[in-house]
């Protein structure tokens, strides 16, 4: 069984710093991916960034990046000069080998002050 | 545009009354599935679909059925709500196969039973 632990309930950063979203995985599939969303108040599930299990560079996506350590199966997002507009709930979540699952994790929620 | 429809958005109904939440993508993707997300829980997955007839369940499908008898709509039937599941609900989709990127999320489904 696949799980997901996010053990940051919430987090506070200020305006133009990088913060540091932790994640870290279990699963006994070689192929996996892995995603982080965000959940603003409004409630939409909006995609971030994704890895997969064989990528050997960390993904970017603008002001994303994924710290993907496979053999600490850990995949932390990183926002970098963070903006109030990412104050929001993220989550991770993990795809298993057979694309029929998405777990997700507890979520963490960002606080980004002026 | 691509996209994922739920509806409604906002529902309240009363314990034992039959309610059908519908979903549909016009993107043509196999791959189809329900979740809920409850507070300090996370998403959840309730029932996915791998293709047109083949449904299978997830970690929480108790009380819920699925149909897919199109490509396209995957909806969700309570038959007899009850307040535990009151609850945000997000269809999701994606094409077989294509992990990057390819899980589209509806906006939601605010759930309440009383």
């Known amino acids: 069984a696949q799980k997901i632990t996010q053990t940051q309930p919430g987090m506070f950063v200020q305006e133009k710093e990088a913060v540091t979203l932790d994640c870290t995985y279990d699963?006994?599939?070689?192929?996996?991916?892995l995603f982080w969303y965000k959940q603003p108040s409004s409630g939409e599930m909006i995609f971030l960034i994704y890895?997969?299990?064989?990528?050997?560079q960390n993904a970017t996506e603008g002001r994303y990046s994924l710290n993907f350590q496979k053999a600490r199966k850990s995949a932390n997002l990183v926002i970098s000069a963070s903006q109030l507009g990412d104050s929001a709930m993220y989550f991770c979540?993990?795809?298993?080998?057979?694309?029929?699952?998405?777990?997700f994790g507890k979520g963490t929620m960002l606080l980004v002050s002026p | 545009e691509a996209q994922v429809t739920q509806n409604p958005r906002y529902l309240i109904t009363v314990t034992g009354k039959k309610l059908t939440v519908t979903c549909s993508q016009n993107?043509?993707?196999?791959?189809m599935s329900w979740y809920r997300q409850d507070p300090g829980l996370g998403l959840r997955q309730i029932y996915y679909?791998?293709?047109?007839?083949?449904?299978d369940k997830g970690d929480v499908p108790e009380g819920y059925k699925v149909s897919r008898k199109e490509k396209r709509n995957f909806p969700l039937i309570l038959e007899s709500p009850s307040p535990n599941q009151t609850s945000l609900y997000f269809c999701?989709?994606?094409?077989?196969?294509?992990?990057?990127?390819?899980?589209?999320f509806g906006s939601g489904t605010r759930l309440t039973v009383v």
């Open positions: 999701a989709s994606s094409l077989s196969g294509q992990g990057v990127r390819g899980y589209t």
């Open positions: 699963t006994s599939d070689p192929s996996y991916g």
């Open positions: 890895q997969g299990s064989y990528d050997q």
């Open positions: 979540a993990m795809r298993d080998s057979g694309y029929s699952t998405l777990t």
């Open positions: 993107m043509n993707h196999e791959y």
């Open positions: 679909s791998m293709n047109v007839e083949v449904t």
